[in-house]
């Protein structure tokens, strides 16, 4: 991949990608946050907020994404790969994140109920070569999710 197509495929790209898939998990009434891995410039996994459909607190999106790349790769490391989530992931999705060693992780709206970076060590969670991006089209995500708040409580 050339420079120029690699500079067009950026975290504003995947991001949009993820949100595409926060869209799909709000359709479908799910909570809605989207996550892509990227490897290499490609998407090799990516998953929306299932819990509801599969009955499964665990069925964040991020834990269906990184479960699809490990698959897809054939590894459990995701150590090339980056992570891009709509909403900063919950501290179940940071510790899968931490176990799979990404070297980043890209996400969208802060979330500071359940978010990990509420741990006075979130910092040192993913390691020190662990590259974390945040507010990547946060207010995207956030109008998401006050839209799918505001008629929950309707």
Not at 18 to 25: D, M
Not at 50 to 57: G, P
Request: aromatic share 10%; charged share 25%.
């Amino acid at each position: 991949m050339s420079t120029e197509e690699s500079s067009v495929l950026g975290h504003e790209y995947f991001m949009g990608k993820a949100l595409q898939l926060a869209q799909q998990a709000f359709d479908e009434d799910e909570i809605p946050i989207g996550a892509v891995v990227v490897h290499q410039n490609r998407i090799i996994g990516k998953g929306y907020n299932q819990t509801e459909r599969l009955v499964d607190v665990t069925a964040h999106a991020e834990m269906l994404a990184i479960t699809s790349a490990a698959q897809f790769l054939g590894s459990k490391f995701l150590d090339e790969c980056t992570i891009y989530i709509t909403v900063e992931p919950c501290i179940m999705c940071a510790g899968a994140i931490q176990w799979a060693r990404f070297k980043q992780v890209v996400f969208g709206l802060s979330e500071p109920k359940s978010g990990f970076e509420r741990l006075a060590e979130a910092e040192q969670l993913f390691g020190k070569k662990v590259e974390i991006i945040r507010g990547v089209m946060a207010d995207e995500s956030r109008q998401l999710m006050q839209q799918f708040f505001k008629a929950k409580r309707s």
